[in-house]
């Protein structure tokens, strides 16, 4: 397994998009299947998006001025995932806006990853070397394992902990998790 940074966010890109497309290939009235999907995609985006707002975007933030406004916006695009899964999370599988609103999570997630891959990543890469870029991976796999259970479940924890050292707008969209009891 690579620990490049870049190759460990677009491993875990693919298996969203698997659970994405599996939720969408269960079927209209698959409520039990979709409720048990939804808690998969709610698991991975949250540890997901942790790795991205706690490692990675400070990273590039730092090392990469010029991509601020790229990392600004992908905290946007976090901060309404994290709203649209605390939505899903309180809402019933049977509900009737549900699907409805999981649509509108896997179009604004799947937008998000595509453009990270086809515009940001590319822009990181050339920015950085391959041994920063394995540092980063490697930190972002440590993270991993802390925030995720032996059995793959995301580990819970508070969900507006934030630390001192984290620069403000870190800070602000730490207090966002995609689920409380994802975290």
């Not at 939720?23 to 808690?39: D, E, H, I, S």
């Not at 985006?45 to 942790?50: F, S």
Request: with cysteine; aromatic share 6%; glycine share 4%.
């Amino acid at each position: 397994m690579s620990t490049d940074a870049i190759v460990v966010l677009k491993d875990e890109h693919q298996e969203i998009r698997k659970l994405f497309n599996d939720f969408r290939a269960a079927g209209t009235n698959a409520t039990a299947t979709k409720g048990k999907l939804a808690t998969k995609i709610i698991e991975k985006l949250t540890v997901h998006t942790y790795l991205e707002n706690e490692i990675m975007y400070p990273e590039v933030r730092n090392r990469l001025p010029e991509l601020e406004g790229e990392v600004l916006e992908s905290y946007e695009e976090h901060h309404v995932a994290d709203v649209l899964c605390m939505e899903l999370f309180a809402l019933k599988p049977d509900a009737e806006r549900y699907d409805a609103k999981m649509t509108v999570l896997i179009e604004n997630v799947t937008h998000h990853m595509d453009e990270e891959e086809q515009q940001w990543f590319p822009q990181v890469r050339k920015g950085r070397g391959r041994a920063e870029l394995l540092e980063i991976g490697a930190r972002m796999i440590e993270a991993r394992k802390m925030k995720t259970h032996p059995t793959g479940r995301a580990i819970r924890r508070t969900p507006w902990t934030t630390t001192a050292s984290q620069p403000k707008v870190d800070r602000e969209y730490s207090r966002c998790s995609c689920s409380r009891r994802a975290l």
